[in-house]
């Protein structure tokens, strides 16, 4: 690789590595260990490639989903987190969005890698159907199925989420 393609690459990552970096987060099902490590890695397969990749961007979005799927068939970064304490709904200080957040994130984490990372490509990432379908190397009316199942199951996994004052009211109980 020469200083310019070098230059390029630099350039990319510092621009673009806060948005991976949520991609990754939501891919890996709100481990931040595993995210930084899935970033990581796909950032070290891009640029072996790098002089070939005429998207980077979409590149790295499809190695990071392959790669998250990768791991999972492996059964790798399958950790369960361990606290000393159940965690708590904070009852002073939290906020609406808060809450919201993290049940959507805990919801995430227990769909299948391809829903979430359907559900995360599509909303998240705000991507057209034709894209995400690029991503995945599916087609539009794989993904579109996908979505209605994965967002189905979303509501069966919280169904806190319908009601979304319902929350708030829970955590002040």
Do not use: N
Not at 8 to 30: E, I, Q, T, W
Not at 42 to 59: F, G, N
Not at 127 to 148: F, I, K, M
């Amino acid at each position: 690789m020469d200083a310019a393609e070098e230059r390029r690459f630099r350039d990319f990552v510092s621009a673009r590595s806060p948005a991976l970096m949520r991609l990754a987060f939501l891919l890996a099902g709100g481990d931040q260990h595993a995210a930084e490590d899935l970033l990581q890695t796909a950032l070290a397969k891009t640029v072996a490639r790098w002089h070939a990749v005429d998207a980077p961007e979409a590149y790295v979005r499809q190695v990071m989903y392959r790669q998250q799927i990768s791991w999972w068939r492996r059964g790798a970064f399958r950790r369960e987190t361990t606290v000393a304490e159940p965690p708590e709904w904070a009852v002073q200080d939290a906020t609406h969005a808060v809450e919201v957040g993290i049940v959507v994130r805990r919801a995430l984490a227990k769909l299948a890698p391809r829903q979430r990372a359907v559900l995360v490509l599509r909303y998240f990432e705000d991507l057209p159907e034709a894209e995400v379908a690029a991503v995945l190397g599916c087609s539009v009316g794989t993904v579109r199925s996908t979505t209605h199942r994965s967002l189905a199951r979303l509501r069966v996994l919280a169904p806190e989420l319908a009601e979304p004052y319902k929350i708030i009211g829970e955590a002040m109980a």
